[in-house]
């Protein structure tokens, strides 16, 4: 089987981005040739600066890959004429469209994006447009939907004998942030999209694509004012610490498509996120009737704890996320270079596609404003269910 031909865009610093990481895996995989790297920033006004020493380092150790400062600098496909080349985008959530743009033009039949993938649902409409007017298959970084605890705990509940209630689902995202100023800088920088946009993305992408959540189903959102703390970033601005909220979710409509394999369909779901708990993930099963709970599955799980702790001891400038998900995003990865390596059209199942990203950011772009009222008002907020598909939800008093 050839070598997928991969361009990795925005690779950032090393043991610091995102794109770095995925390099260093790609850069191992024996199905893949890495022919170019993208970095905007070291390779053009941050040349010199923090950072860059680490990064003219990783350019002299992989002299066979062209290193640009832009895509338009990369270097035509040099294989067959029709041969695969990826494109894998690890920009900023503000730079995500026009890099993905500039990919499609740059000859791209595939693309792995980070998520959120856009700012917005329809941003990430536009961009699914274009990707479909090329024919061009495309992959949202959601590493959750592929990683072992989900699937664990979809395990559990489609074990559920036909007829008994099923268990209520929590979806619990930590990360592990100082509080304060380094909280701060992190909100009104890198994370400004916000925590829904940002750090809840997965937990909602899970929701979309696993659980059957849609916007058009959610009837109204309990938060919960315990376990919530919203922040003033100044300038108008404001963001979560933590929160946590319920979706009470309408009935699926009779004529409804069954769910996708693997998949189940709950009538609610809670979130919690705390960017200040620690650095995992949950998914817990609780007793609709005594609200106990029954299962919890983890990320990482204790074997993986420990592997993590040890790596980093060894190299305490990584970040301890990228070891936390590095199981994941590599099968993440393999799941779609074999996928393109067999020749199928379109994108493997069980990982989220632009489609599965919209119903996301759809969801993500509702909730945030509802949420925040939530927190203003003390109370629920409900909707009357929509009498069309343009109808506005109107808000009950």
């Given at each position: 089987?050839?070598k997928?031909?991969?361009?990795?865009?925005?690779?950032?610093a090393p043991?610091?981005s995102?794109?770095?990481f995925h390099?260093?895996?790609?850069?191992?995989?024996?199905?893949?040739?890495?022919?170019?790297?993208?970095?905007p920033?070291?390779?053009?006004?941050?040349?010199?600066?923090?950072?860059?020493?680490?990064?003219?380092?990783?350019?002299?150790?992989?002299?066979?890959?062209?290193?640009?400062?832009?895509?338009?600098e990369?270097?035509?496909?040099?294989?067959d004429?029709?041969?695969?080349?990826?494109?894998?985008?690890?920009?900023?959530?503000?730079?995500?469209?026009?890099?993905?743009?500039?990919?499609?033009?740059?000859?791209?039949t595939?693309?792995?994006?980070?998520?959120?993938?856009?700012?917005?649902?329809?941003?990430?409409?536009?961009?699914?447009a274009?990707?479909?007017?090329?024919?061009?298959?495309?992959?949202?970084?959601?590493?959750?939907?592929?990683?072992?605890?989900?699937?664990?705990a979809?395990?559990?509940?489609?074990?559920?004998?036909?007829?008994a209630?099923?268990?209520r689902?929590?979806?619990?995202?930590?990360?592990?942030?100082?509080p304060?100023?380094?909280?701060?800088?992190f909100?009104?920088?890198?994370?400004?999209?916000?925590?829904?946009?940002?750090?809840?993305c997965?937990e909602?992408?899970?929701?979309?694509?696993?659980?059957?959540?849609?916007a058009?189903?959610?009837?109204?959102?309990?938060?919960?004012?315990?376990?919530?703390?919203?922040?003033?970033?100044?300038?108008?601005?404001?963001?979560w610490?933590?929160?946590t909220f319920?979706?009470?979710?309408?009935?699926?409509?009779?004529?409804?498509?069954p769910?996708?394999?693997?998949?189940v369909?709950?009538?609610?779901?809670?979130?919690?996120?705390?960017?200040?708990?620690?650095?995992?993930?949950?998914?817990?099963?609780?007793d609709?009737?005594?609200?106990r709970?029954?299962?919890?599955?983890?990320?990482?799980?204790?074997e993986?704890?420990?592997?993590i702790?040890?790596?980093?001891?060894?190299?305490?400038?990584?970040?301890?996320y990228?070891?936390?998900?590095?199981?994941?995003?590599?099968?993440l990865k393999?799941?779609?270079?074999?996928?393109?390596?067999?020749g199928?059209?379109g994108?493997?199942?069980?990982?989220?596609?632009l489609?599965?990203?919209?119903?996301?950011?759809?969801?993500?772009?509702?909730?945030?404003?509802?949420?925040?009222?939530?927190?203003?008002?003390?109370?629920?907020?409900?909707?009357?269910?929509?009498?069309?598909?343009?109808?506005?939800?109107?808000?009950v008093?």
């Amino acid at each position: 089987m050839a070598k997928t031909d991969v361009v990795v865009v925005c690779c950032g610093a090393p043991k610091v981005s995102m794109g770095w990481f995925h390099l260093t895996q790609l850069l191992e995989h024996e199905a893949v040739t890495v022919s170019a790297v993208v970095e905007p920033y070291f390779m053009g006004p941050g040349h010199g600066k923090s950072g860059s020493e680490s990064f003219d380092e990783l350019v002299k150790a992989n002299p066979e890959v062209v290193f640009c400062a832009s895509i338009g600098e990369v270097p035509a496909a040099t294989g067959d004429a029709g041969a695969p080349r990826l494109f894998l985008i690890a920009g900023r959530t503000c730079d995500a469209k026009r890099l993905f743009m500039e990919a499609l033009e740059a000859g791209a039949t595939h693309i792995y994006i980070e998520k959120p993938a856009g700012e917005s649902a329809a941003q990430l409409r536009e961009m699914k447009a274009a990707a479909d007017a090329r024919n061009v298959s495309v992959v949202v970084g959601y590493n959750k939907n592929v990683a072992a605890y989900t699937r664990d705990a979809l395990a559990a509940l489609l074990a559920v004998g036909d007829g008994a209630p099923l268990p209520r689902v929590t979806l619990l995202h930590c990360n592990e942030f100082v509080p304060g100023e380094p909280l701060l800088a992190f909100l009104r920088g890198p994370g400004g999209e916000g925590m829904l946009h940002n750090m809840c993305c997965h937990e909602l992408a899970l929701a979309c694509t696993l659980f059957g959540v849609s916007a058009d189903r959610v009837t109204s959102i309990v938060l919960d004012p315990n376990a919530s703390e919203l922040i003033d970033l100044g300038d108008g601005r404001s963001d979560w610490s933590r929160v946590t909220f319920t979706l009470k979710l309408a009935e699926m409509p009779a004529d409804a498509p069954p769910p996708p394999p693997g998949s189940v369909r709950v009538d609610e779901l809670t979130f919690s996120a705390d960017r200040c708990g620690g650095n995992f993930s949950k998914i817990v099963l609780t007793d609709a009737s005594s609200g106990r709970a029954t299962s919890e599955f983890r990320l990482p799980s204790p074997e993986h704890e420990a592997w993590i702790m040890k790596a980093q001891k060894a190299d305490p400038l990584i970040r301890p996320y990228f070891l936390q998900q590095a199981p994941d995003y590599e099968r993440l990865k393999n799941t779609f270079l074999s996928h393109i390596g067999s020749g199928k059209a379109g994108i493997p199942d069980g990982v989220v596609g632009l489609e599965g990203a919209i119903d996301a950011l759809t969801l993500a772009d509702m909730l945030v404003p509802a949420i925040k009222q939530c927190w203003a008002d003390g109370a629920p907020w409900t909707w009357h269910p929509p009498a069309s598909a343009d109808a506005k939800r109107q808000k009950v008093v």
